[in-house]
């Protein structure tokens, strides 16, 4: 779970033109700023590519779920996941690697 993200709270630097008094100091910009703003933006984008694959992979679960169901075919259904299968001797059944599915 990720921390909650502290806003920095930019604010622009102001100058009247006229007389050149500094109206509001801007927010400094400096490696801790950027740093830190570099460092939400990579926590979220991890996170967010870590979420996509598993809301990819319980859409996948759901549909053979709900496929199994539709077809009235309750019993003997099972989800087994694997990275690649380099490594998996297939010895009874057929591998699609369109749709990335075993029949057996």
Excluded: C
Aim: charged content about 20%.
């Amino acid at each position: 779970m990720l921390n909650p993200y502290s806003k920095v709270g930019w604010k622009d630097h102001v100058v009247d033109e006229e007389t050149g008094e500094v109206i509001q100091n801007g927010t400094p910009l400096s490696e801790n700023n950027l740093g830190h703003m570099d460092d939400g933006i990579q926590a979220v984008t991890a996170q967010t590519i870590t979420q996509d694959a598993s809301i990819a992979q319980l859409q996948a679960e759901l549909k053979v779920v709900k496929d199994a169901t539709l077809n009235n075919m309750t019993n003997n259904v099972f989800i087994e996941n694997f990275s690649s299968l380099s490594n998996i001797k297939l010895s009874n059944g057929i591998y699609d690697p369109v749709a990335r599915k075993i029949y057996v």
